[in-house]
Structure formats: C-alpha cells, structure tokens
Nanobody
Framework: QVRLVESGGGSVQAGGSLRLSCVAS????????MAWFRQAPGKQREGVAA????????YYSGDVQGRFTISQDNSRNTLTLQMNNLKAEDTAIYYC??????????????????WGQGTQVTVSS
C-alpha cells in the first residue's frame, strides 16, 4: 500500500508564501505522474500542478502559472509545491496524488491511484 503524507499547510495573508511537501512511502521515480490537487468548499477537486517523471516536465493550471512551482526529489521520495503571491482564491485543501499511468491528462483526478490525506491552506485578504 502506497502512502502519501502532506505537510506545510497553514494560514497566510494574501501575497504571502507557503511550501507544501509530500513524502511517499515508495520510490517516487516509479510513478508516471505526481501532482497537487486542491478542493475548495462547494467546488470540485481541481488539478493545480503536476510533474511527469520521464523527463521532469511540469504542468500548471492557468490560475497558478507563474506563482506556484512544483518540484520532485527522488532521493527523498518527496514532492514539493512552492506557492508564492498567494491569493484568497487559493484557499482550499491541497492533496498530493500519484499514479503509474503515463498516458492521459495530468489534471484528471480519476486517473490517480494514490492520494494523501490533504492539508489546509487558508489565505486571508
């Protein structure tokens, strides 16, 4: 059973920064994709950023492009999301996710096999 454990959430004022980390219980280079999703109250879960293991290509949603950076350290089995210039609309529970499948959209939640428990990010304006 693969476990993903997130940390680093919290409360911050608009314009501030937070860094989320996700530690996997198995080698992260075994995954096809690792990603961050978020879910705000009353909204569907949405893809924020993902990293394709083969080649390391990063993908971002339009809402966070230029503000968030996803990175992966395979030596530590860790996925990180650096979030800068946070906005009130970034408030959500953030989930780490992973899958072996290399085909298909990076942002489709149903393609991911493994999920963390989530970490709350609250941005006050």
């Amino acid at each position: 059973q693969v476990r993903l454990v997130e940390s680093g959430g919290g409360s911050v004022q608009a314009g501030g920064s937070l860094r989320l980390s996700c530690v996997a219980s198995k080698a992260t280079d075994d995954f096809g994709y690792m990603a961050w999703f978020r879910q705000a109250p009353g909204k569907q879960r949405e893809g924020v950023a993902a990293r394709y293991s083969a080649g390391g290509t990063a993908y971002y949603s339009g809402d966070v492009q230029g503000r968030f950076t996803i990175s992966q350290d395979n030596s530590r089995n860790t996925l990180t999301l650096q979030m800068n210039n946070l906005k009130a609309e970034d408030t959500a529970i953030y989930y780490c996710a992973a899958r072996k499948l290399r085909l298909g959209s990076w942002s489709l939640a149903s393609l991911y096999n493994y999920w963390g428990q989530g970490t709350q990010v609250t941005v006050s304006s």
